[in-house]
């Protein structure tokens, strides 16, 4: 799941013995606006002084809760690495690695000094290319050093239908930019797409090229781009897991993909000569790559090679670089200035050592009663989304059943893993070569590992893929795990001292998103051990099809901006998330207040405080070309939609606030989603 900024965070079921009175409530008037109407428009309703006090500033494309945990974290992430960069240690130990990292990327006087030589020797590579052997052979051999070029994915990755195992796979890939951005492009996309030919021109014209060559090599590029492009599978179809699966043996890979020399690849990166079986997730566009390189001419082939030896690196080579890759996040995000030096380089610090940032980020950070508190909390969740399933009227008893066993069968992954990777022991870092100089030997060692690791052994579904300190939450289907790093377990997304209303409204909700991806339209096609089978009878899954409909309907009509509506097809999973759990977060708040009712505070029902808490949790101001970036290339709605959209579908909404028919957000009962 993409830019998932959702989570959970640590258990407040014992909070209910304590009077409701004594804990901060969760409503803030301040953050309301009571000129608006509940049932008009909530978003403002909720947030609307929020909005209004909290404007957007030059660096970031939005606000809100989640922006502010990601600052926190930074700076604590930070203080933890300048630590180690502040003095010399053992080669070879953790704080050597990531102290030289941060030096390395924070030294922009030598960086500048250099320019684009840590390249040089990469782009002499592609000049030197004379026929269309070489230029493979060139190819496989920069691919392999993370410089891309192969114009598609191939990896080892967890067979679908047999999630105990891994396979190889071979994906789409060659293209900068979702392929509606090539195919039918609306106004926006059409400003990235000019944006994006503009940086590959300036990009080639940095290391040497003449203006004429630059637009000349620009524009083959795109050409080939688009022609990649035109047979991907959009936005849409690579959600449906089906249709993403075409399994066949190593030999008939060879046999019906034989523009590509697949041995040769294979060497280059070191991957083993025991490859029995291959998905093909999406074949249509690799037979298309099999053209390019058997029909393209040399010129644009060099060409697409060197742009990608050039955006690979641009992140480390000088300031020049990375000042000419912001302009172009200008045009894609909104945000009017670049993040300090300091935030790209304990980012940069992460991508290569995020393990161990990880294991020093929970040391400080994240003690073990937090993570026994978090998994309560989940349970509390698990048991409120049971009790929902036995009681909806539109699964048969079998098929709940299923639904039952899948939920009780979640992995639980809190704060880290149980058992650490130990990835980073693969990365030693140079600190007399250039940035660029030392990813030539890491990233080879870090797939070296990764082999070692996973190939031929059965899949561990315990293991959490992502570190620690990454602000987000997920649910993983082949592994039918629910995963939140411990950057998340903490305010502003759940606060200890405040009522619970706040935090199931907020928080909680999140919990019930998470879970209830494992019913989503893709999730629900996976079963309680992450195999990709179905556990539905044929009337079942008719009639859950028929209900989230109302959901891609629903949502298809939202008009993020003037003009551009939201996909409901592309958001459908998430718009389930959201819809499950609100539902689901609502019906653990009211099982808490059997025991402790809540009274009334400032004026405000427990209940109208739980759904004022959920549109806090959204409240954002965003550039209008972020929000197009998120119709046009994110799976998730906007945040206004998931507040002024999500909300019109929950029953218990309705009744909290009295919507009513004539209210601009009512939507007559028997035309809501009713789902989980």
Known sequence: MKKNFLGVAFVFAALAANAQTTLKPAVDKANMD???????????????????????????????????????????????????????????????????LYRLYMDSVARNKMGYEPIVPALNKVKAIKNRKQYLQTTYELAAKGYGGLMFSYYLGQDSENSSKYMFGVTQGGISLEPEYYTQPNEQQKAVVAAQKSLVKDFFK??????????????????????????????????DP???????????????????????????????????TVDVGQPEPIHEVEKILAKADLFSLKAYLESRVIRSSAGVLSDAFSDRSFEFLKTVYGVQQQQPRWKRGVAFI????????????VAKYFPESSKQRALELVKNLQ???????????????????????????????????????NMDEYVQIDESKSIRANYDEVIPALRKRELEKHWHKDVDKHEMACDP???????????????????????????????????????????????????????????????LANWWTEEDKKNYDGRTQVLVDWFSAQEALPGLKVDGKKTLG?????????????????????????????????????????????????????????????????NEQRVNAALPMIDAWYDAFGIKAGDKLYVPKEKRAHIW
């Open 34 to 100: 009571l000129s608006v109407k509940a049932g008009d428009d909530f978003y403002r309703y909720s947030v609307g002084g929020w909005l209004k006090s909290h404007p957007l500033d030059a660096v970031h494309p939005e606000n809100g809760a989640f922006m502010d945990l990601e600052e926190q974290n930074n700076d604590r992430i930070r203080d933890l690495v300048k630590e180690y960069a502040a003095k010399k240690m053992e080669k070879g130990t953790v704080g050597q690695k990531i102290g030289a």
């Open 206 to 239: 940095m290391v040497g090229n003449d203006e004429v060559t630059a637009e000349k090599k620009m524009q083959a590029v795109w050409a080939i781009e688009n022609q990649i492009a035109k047979v991907s599978y959009d936005q849409n179809k690579v959600r």
């Open 242 to 276: 089906k249709a993403n699966i075409h399994k066949m043996s190593y030999a008939q890979l060879q046999k019906e993909f034989a523009g590509i020399d697949w041995k040769a690849i294979g060497q280059a990166y070191g991957y083993p000569a025991d490859i029995d």
């Open 350 to 361: 992460q991508g290569l050592m995020g393990e161990s940032i990880g294991k020093l980020y």
């Open 383 to 421: 048991k409120a989304f049971a009790q929902r399933i036995e009681e909806n009227t539109w699964m048969t008893a079998a098929t709940k059943v299923k639904a039952l066993e899948k939920l009780n069968s979640m992995i639980i992954n809190i704060g880290y893993p149980d058992k650490w990777q």
């Open 469 to 531: 300190q990454v602000v987000n939450a997920f649910y993983d289907p082949s592994r039918n795990s629910i995963n939140f790093p411990a950057a998340i377990l903490q305010a502003p997304f759940f606060d200890a001292d405040a009522e619970d209303a706040a935090n199931y409204g907020g928080i909680g909700s999140v919990i019930g998103h998470e879970m209830s991806h494992g019913f989503d339209d893709q999730g629900c096609q996976y079963d309680k051990d992450g195999n």
């Open 574 to 638: 998430e718009n389930i998330g959201d819809n499950g759990g609100i539902n689901v977060a609502y019906r653990a708040y009211m099982n808490t207040l059997k025991n402790t009712p809540a009274q009334d505070i400032d004026g405000f029902t427990p209940a109208q405080r739980f759904f004022l808490s959920y549109g806090r949790v959204w409240a954002s101001n965003i550039a209008p070309q972020f929000v197009a970036y998120i119709v046009n290339s994110d799976v998730h709605s906007p």
